[in-house]
């Protein structure tokens, strides 16, 4: 899929792309029947909610170890837009499904910039990564959105933001209330909802988070990160599922190659 010059245009501005129903029922299907043996691995990729460990907060790799999940990735759909906003070739730095589980169960993320667990975590140079979230539910106002604060990547990374570490070493930059107010206060908050398939492509510095799933339903988005190549991270520190080493470009797929799985 190409991304015309108004599209570019519009990521570089907003921060982010929102594409209702990319994927179609059928890939959809495919994808969430993969979902309970991804979400009951017990290894330490899949990092468990703290107040309830019977509940899974993210899954991290799937891209790796789930065919459908791995054929997700390579379709043009996401990876050519993905080389264009970059302008070069990409890998995957990181995966990670977010199921956000419902009555309560799928507890909130505060307010935070990706690129910064990266950056200090991993040793990526730039925020030269693209974030793209696969919704594999139906995302709607009830089922607690990602929040995204529009234009909020335009400073880059923010010096006022503070590192949270979990016990499971998976951290996040923090904003602090003030800078919120003010960032918020100027460019508002935008709810991402749409149907299972629906797909965002966000900057890694764009601010963003999420409240707890107080309703019934679950609402499971897969992210997928790509980085440049020239890009690649430095660390060595943190585990595959979190820092992927492996940096050869990606080359996309029969855009039918999920669907094939069926
Ligand atoms: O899906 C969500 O609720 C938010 C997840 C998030 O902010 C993240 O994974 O960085």
């Not at 993905?82 to 307010?111: A, C, M």
């Not at 925020?127 to 594999?136: D, E, S």
């Not at 990602?146 to 499971?168: E, M, N, T, W, Y």
Request: aromatic share 10%; with cysteine.
């Amino acid at each position: 899929m190409r991304l015309s010059d108004s599209q570019i245009n519009d990521f570089n501005h907003y921060g982010y792309l929102f594409f209702p129903e990319l994927l179609d029922k059928t890939e959809i299907s495919l994808l969430q029947r993969a979902m309970p043996e991804i979400l009951g691995r017990d290894g330490p990729e899949v990092i468990r909610e703290k107040k309830d460990p019977s509940v899974t907060r993210l899954a991290f790799g799937a891209h790796i170890y789930s065919e459908p999940f791995k054929r997700l990735s390579l379709l043009p759909r996401l990876l050519e837009p993905v080389q264009q906003l970059l302008n070069e070739n990409v890998y995957i730095h990181q995966s990670r499904i977010n199921p956000k589980p419902g009555f309560g169960g799928g507890t909130g993320w505060d307010w935070h910039q990706d690129y910064g667990g990266w950056h200090e975590g991993d040793g990526m140079p730039k925020p030269q990564c693209v974030m793209v979230g696969v919704f594999i539910d139906d995302c709607s106002i009830a089922k607690s959105p990602l929040l995204v604060v529009p234009k909020s990547h335009r400073d880059g990374f923010l010096d006022s933001i503070q590192l949270h570490r979990d016990a499971d070493g998976y951290s996040l930059y923090v904003l602090d209330r003030p800078t919120l107010e003010k960032i918020a206060g100027e460019h508002g908050i935008e709810p991402l909802v749409g149907p299972a398939g629906s797909v965002c492509f966000c900057h890694s510095t764009l601010i963003h988070g999420s409240a707890n799933n107080v309703s019934p339903w679950r609402r499971a988005i897969m992210y997928l990160i790509y980085n440049a190549i020239s890009n690649a991270c430095t660390g060595t520190e943190r585990p595959w599922y979190q820092n992927n080493r492996d940096f050869t470009p990606l080359r996309v797929i029969n855009d039918d190659s999920l669907k094939e799985l069926k």
